[in-house]
T-cell receptor, first 118, second 115 residues
Framework: AQKVTQAQTEISVVEKEDVTLDCVYE???????LFWYKQPPSGELVFLIR??????QNEISGRYSWNFQKSTSSFNFTITASQVVDSAVYFC???????????????FGKGTSLLVTP | SAVISQKPSRDICQRGTSLTIQCQVD?????MFWYRQQPGQSLTLIAT?????????ESGFVIDKFPISRPNLTFSTLTVSNMSPEDSSIYLC????????????FGPGTRLTVL
């Protein structure tokens, strides 16, 4: 069975600080996808990144960066120089690449609530 | 990317009634999913709705309570039947994009409050 753990339930930082959101996953599949989504107070889910299990390269997109390490089954997300607009709940999620009808469905972690204060 | 709309965006309903939520996608997609997000919680998959087949429900969810229709490749409905306050949640539909990399896009959600 798949499982995604986001151990940090709430994080509070002051604007301009760097912050890392942790994500640890469990799966027996050799092929899988990892995702991060942002859910601002308005409620919509905003897709941030997808990473497949064969691509361990870290990725940087502006102030966002992701560190994927299969050896520790982790897919951590770092926001550099945080801003108030980064305040949201961030979800890490896992899906199988192939399989049953629901194979592409996402298994979400419980989310980390990030509060960035001025 | 896929653009997804949901109706209604929110509703307040009485216990014992039913509500049908619509999900419309701007392109044809094979896989569509319905999720529930209870207050302050993460998202939980309710069912997978692929066109041309019966919906597949996850453990803890049954067709009598959450009937789903998928009449074509751009539309689906989820009905929340015989509602109770415990059904108060955000209900989201999502689709798998047509690209190679399993991108998943979510609708804006339907915020349901049951009194």
């Amino acid at each position: 069975a798949q499982k995604v753990t986001q151990a940090q339930t709430e994080i509070s930082v002051v604007e301009k600080e760097d912050v890392t959101l942790d994500c640890v996953y469990e799966t027996r599949d050799t092929t899988y996808y990892l995702f991060w989504y942002k859910q601002p107070p308005s409620g919509e889910l905003v897709f941030l990144i997808r990473r497949n299990s064969f691509d361990e390269q870290n990725e940087i997109s502006g102030r966002y960066s992701w560190n994927f390490q299969k050896s520790t089954s982790s897919f951590n997300f770092t926001i550099t120089a945080s801003q108030v607009v980064d305040s949201a709940v961030y979800f890490c999620a896992l899906s199988e690449a192939v399989g049953s009808n629901s194979g592409y469905a996402l298994n979400f972690g419980k989310g980390t609530s990030l509060l960035v204060t001025p | 990317s896929a653009v997804i709309s949901q109706k209604p965006s929110r509703d307040i309903c009485q216990r014992g009634t039913s509500l049908t939520i619509q999900c419309q996608v701007d392109s044809q997609v094979t896989m569509m999913f319905w999720y529930r997000q209870q207050p302050g919680q993460s998202l939980t998959l309710i069912a997978t709705a692929n066109q041309g087949s019966e919906a597949t429900y996850e453990s803890g969810f049954v067709i009598d309570k959450f009937p789903i229709s998928r009449p074509n490749l751009t539309f689906s409905t989820l009905t929340v039947s015989n509602m109770s306050p415990e059904d108060s949640s955000i209900y989201l539909c999502s689709v798998v994009g047509q690209g190679l990399y399993n991108e998943q896009f979510f609708g804006p959600g339907t915020r349901l409050t049951v009194l």
